[in-house]
């Protein structure tokens, strides 16, 4: 692809100190996103349609493969580097990247962090086979997996069991339950579901039985039902999914057992990768109101506003919101690992606030500052309004799980109670 970019990045590679690979990949989605992902984004949100061209583009460039690692054909990226790339890929299209995000969870949870957790030779031989498997679909046939975790209840803010159970039965399991909110549904080729192990129906469910398989979408008993028309992010195609029986063998794991129970709490930073979608949004917020204000918006007259005072103290407040919001979350994604300590994990989900919640600041205050004309279906910014105000309600890390869980952190030590 021959370059065509006109925006700069959102992290600058010399002033963030980027590695060249993450300057290089983030370059690389920037160009797939101005060039092809900003217009098709339209469509997908009017038709709350899939962005099925822009997958076929993730995977031939190579971003599907992203965190696979480099010796299996992948990008090899880390957590950090993937975080980067994505939010270049919100600015253009948020439900292309938060779609590209339920994805790449699937590498990312089987690759890099996984790699960093103490397992025993056998499962880690186990983690090796099987994960070699689903990255050879990913990389050869363009494979898109989801990562459909909710079911309406507790299980999904990680405190209780899932109700999605794999049921042990001769070669195999029987996967039986419900997915809301399943972003990519009759879309992805395989479903990397979370559910609850059972050695029979009589079982008692408990979370240290986690398994996380990769369902074939067309195996027998899957099933896409209810409509998807919301406020926002129309194009992850968010359907419920129904497991009626499916029968899955050990192929379909996408981690030994337990191996996903101990990986969700050595690596907490991983709930931030909902964040990256939003981070994007907030920078195309504050792009469209300097581009609009400076009368330089396509698509409409090149009316100046920028000489009123008003309009420049907005932007002050929308830029200053942008860089703390930034920093706030460079800082977090750079000092993510696994076992944080406290401080840290305070920071991430400060982070995780922050950018949820300022992205749906920023685009309401450049609605606000841009006027009337600004807020027309024929340009960008109302979607990028209703958007962003889908993140602070995602789960593990809503914004209120934030406040709830910093809270406690904050005025309560390990093992202290008032009880
Ligand atoms: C655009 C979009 C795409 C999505 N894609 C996916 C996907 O691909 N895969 C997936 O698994 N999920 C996905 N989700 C689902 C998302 O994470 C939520 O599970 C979903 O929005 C349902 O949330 P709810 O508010 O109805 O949850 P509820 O369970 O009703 O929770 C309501 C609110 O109560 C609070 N709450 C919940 N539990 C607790 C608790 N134990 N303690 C204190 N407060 C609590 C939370 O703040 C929560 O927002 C998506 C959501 C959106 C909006």
Redesign the pocket.
């Known amino acids: 692809m021959t370059s065509t970019l006109t925006d700069a990045p959102i992290f600058d590679p010399d002033q963030w100190q980027l590695t060249e690979q993450q300057a290089h990949l983030g370059q690389l989605a920037r160009e797939l996103g101005q060039s092809r992902f900003a217009d098709r984004a339209v469509k997908y949100d009017r038709e709350a349609s899939f962005p099925t061209e822009n997958f076929k583009d993730l995977h031939e460039s190579g971003l599907l493969g992203i965190c696979i690692p480099a010796d299996l054909g992948g990008h090899g990226a880390d957590l950090k580097t993937y975080m980067l790339t994505a939010s270049e890929i919100g600015r253009y299209c948020g439900?292309t990247a938060?779609?590209f995000n339920?994805h790449v969870s699937s590498c990312l949870w089987t690759g890099p962090l996984a790699d960093d957790l103490s397992l025993e030779a056998d499962v880690r031989a186990e983690l090796e086979s099987g994960r070699k498997r689903h990255y050879q679909r990913i990389i050869e046939d363009g494979a898109v997996y989801?990562?459909?975790?909710?079911e309406?209840?507790?299980a999904?803010?990680g405190?209780v069991a899932f109700g999605t159970t794999a049921t042990r039965t001769d070669g195999g399991w029987l996967i039986n339950g419900k997915?809301?909110?399943?972003?990519?549904s009759g879309h992805a080729n395989f479903y990397g579901a979370l559910c609850t192990e059972l050695k029979d129906s009589n079982d008692t469910p408990s979370r240290r039985n986690t398994m996380y398989v990769a369902v074939p979408a067309n195996a027998e008993g899957v099933r896409v039902e209810g409509e998807w028309d919301?406020l926002?992010?129309r194009g992850?195609v968010?359907r419920t999914l129904i497991f009626d029986n499916v029968f899955v063998d050990k192929e379909a794991l996408l981690m030994p057992r337990g191996v996903y129970f101990s990986a969700a709490k050595e690596w907490p930073h991983m709930f931030m990768t909902?964040t990256p979608s939003y981070m994007g949004i907030a920078q195309a917020a504050y792009d469209f109101t300097v581009s609009y204000l400076r009368g330089e918006m396509p698509g409409t007259p090149p009316v100046k506003r920028r000489m009123y005072p008003t309009k420049q103290l907005a932007v002050a407040q929308m830029r200053i919101m942008l860089e703390q919001t930034k920093s706030l979350w460079f800082q977090s994604i750079t000092e993510a690992r696994t076992s944080p300590d406290k401080e840290s994990l305070i920071r991430a989900w400060t982070a995780q606030y922050t950018v949820m919640e300022n992205a749906n600041e920023i685009a309401q205050l450049a609605i606000r500052t841009c006027g009337g004309q600004a807020m027309l279906r024929s340009l960008h910014l109302e979607r990028l309004y209703r958007d962003s105000r889908?993140g602070a309600?995602?789960?593990?890390w809503?914004?209120?799980?934030c406040m709830?869980m910093i809270g406690k952190a904050a005025l309560y030590e390990q093992g202290e109670s008032d009880e």
């Open positions: 439900a938060l779609t339920m989801a990562q459909p975790f909710s309406g209840g507790a999904a803010a405190k997915k809301i909110f399943a972003s990519l919301p926002g992010m992850t968010s909902l889908c309600l995602m789960l593990p809503t914004a209120e799980l709830d």
